[in-house]
């Protein structure tokens, strides 16, 4: 009940600091600066694969997305300054974040690990892209900045095919390298992508999807994110897929209950069609295509779907002596070996729980979970030297070991938060374009926020997904705020996207 009120309390502040803050004046200083800085963190963000394949250390991508980011936010910080305008830091939403910052500095000054570079690994982990996200509230919106980003998310969704298919057709089904231009061994994001795309399209289909041209549109855009993540092995494709595309439906029914308002583009017979068909093709492909999700374990195999269930609860489930792992005499050599997802969140929080009270409340620093060679040499095992835990690890495992359970409770309460403002204003809103944008912001959130909770830290701190989430839940706080922003953002749907 207090937690409820808390949340109430911040997303009133919200609405009170974005009332209190004047948008107008920027004149088109902002345009040029950010238009040209969100071409180069896009594309960097997006490319990080071809850097690696060509042997370039994976930090300078990211490096250039950061630089990038904070250059937004300081072009922000000073725009506001010149132009004598209050700037929004979203306080907020900002404090539990310095907070979690604050614990981990604790734990990291208890265990005397503090350095210059787990200060700074901290700091990384904590805020990922954040401040890129301040320095966007404090921006207007501009149609030609939006063509930009638009234009380059674009090619760089279409400059996936190529690699994919170049991918399945030599090395076949593999989640650890060519996950399309992104990542060459970050696996998670085979579906992490295809499930933040799909919170933008299917929002895009269901409110402005009249014709069979946009099934046709609609159809080939989710078949070509599902072989996407197909082709990177994941399994989770199965299930994930399906329940995103019911979700957009579901939430927009939603809507129109409470609005009863009409908001579905085509009869909602006719979207749950078109859904059902998609998801019978994505349960039957991940089954043939994946082959550890058929009975041959091979490409084209036997499908069973009594075996889909009991293989996913053994691989979320399995501990180090489970027969999916090599056998238990090499734990200490093999990476191989790990524990199930839920495992390790299961590990993580009774491990936390038997000791003292200072890690229990604090965690145990920046070093505790980092990989990063600033910390250290051959830290590629780290989670398993420190507490004997090795596996997939969602985000919240990682504060928990870095900021304790006063971290993880204060990041919680942060994505609930930006949950229910999100969530709240869009069904409460009429307007169209509102919608729409509130839509996919909303949707996307679920995707980071899932992959908080029991996925993996890929969308937080591989700065992949976080510059487009981020553009997202700006866009969303603006258009919700300013009415000349909401202008600006109907008009170029209408003149560039064609959407009406």
Request: glycine share 6%; net charge positive; with cysteine.
């Amino acid at each position: 009940m207090v937690c409820h009120v808390q949340i109430l309390l911040l997303c009133e502040l919200l609405r009170h600091q974005f009332h209190s803050t004047n948008p107008g004046g920027f004149g088109r200083f902002s345009l040029g600066l950010t238009g040209q800085q969100w071409v180069l963190v896009l594309f960097a963000s997006l490319t990080q694969g071809v850097l690696q394949a060509m042997g370039l250390p994976l930090a300078i991508p990211k490096t250039i997305v950061e630089l990038g980011s904070w250059s937004i936010f300081l072009c922000a910080l000073l725009i506001c300054h010149k132009k004598n305008i209050k700037f929004n830091f979203a306080w907020p939403l900002t404090i539990p974040l310095l907070a979690i910052y604050l614990t981990g500095l604790i734990s990291t000054i208890v265990t005397d690990t503090t350095s210059p570079a787990s200060l700074f690994l901290l700091f990384r982990s904590t805020f990922s892209l954040y401040p890129l996200f301040l320095g966007l509230i404090n921006l207007e919106v501009k149609s030609d900045c939006l063509r930009r980003c638009c234009s380059t998310i674009i090619f760089l969704f279409f400059a996936q095919l190529p690699f994919i298919i170049y991918k399945f057709s030599t090395i076949g089904v593999n989640e650890n390298i060519w996950i399309g231009t992104l990542h060459q061994n970050a696996g998670q994001i085979s579906v992490l992508f295809p499930l933040f795309l799909i919170s933008i399209i299917s929002p895009w289909f269901l409110l402005y999807g009249r014709d069979f041209k946009h099934v046709i549109i609609f159809t080939t855009l989710i078949m070509i994110l599902t072989f996407f993540a197909i082709a990177g092995e994941k399994r989770a494709t199965i299930f994930l897929v399906p329940l995103w595309l019911y979700l957009c439906f579901s939430l927009l029914l939603l809507k129109e209950f409470l609005n009863n308002k009409q908001f579905f583009a085509a009869p909602k017979a006719q979207a749950l069609l078109i859904f059902f068909i998609l998801s019978l093709g994505v349960f039957y492909g991940s089954q043939k295509l994946i082959p550890s999700l058929n009975l041959d374990e091979k490409v084209g195999g036997e499908i069973s779907i009594l075996h889909v269930f009991k293989y996913t609860r053994q691989y979320l489930t399995r501990d180090y002596i489970d027969p999916l792992n090599n056998p238990i005499e090499n734990i200490d050599q093999d990476k191989g070996i790990q524990l199930g997802r839920f495992a390790v969140i299961e590990r993580s929080f009774s491990y936390i729980s038997s000791q003292n009270i200072v890690h229990f409340l604090f965690g145990y620093g920046a070093s505790a979970m980092n990989p990063s060679y600033l910390l250290g040499p051959d830290r590629s095992d780290v989670a398993y030297q420190n507490f004997g835990i090795r596996g997939a690890a969602s985000n919240v495992v990682r504060v928990l070991f870095e900021s304790g359970t006063v971290g993880v409770l204060l990041k919680f309460f942060w994505f609930t938060a930006v949950f229910i403002w999100l969530l709240n204003t869009f069904l409460n809103k009429s307007n169209k374009t509102l919608t729409f944008i509130l839509f996919s912001a909303f949707t996307s959130h679920c995707v980071f926020f899932f992959d908080f909770l029991l996925y993996s830290d890929a969308t937080w701190c591989f700065d992949i997904l976080s510059p487009m989430y981020f553009l997202l839940l700006a866009l969303a706080f603006r258009a919700n705020f300013y009415m000349d922003d909401r202008i600006v953002l109907k008009n170029f749907l209408k003149t560039h996207l064609k959407i009406y």
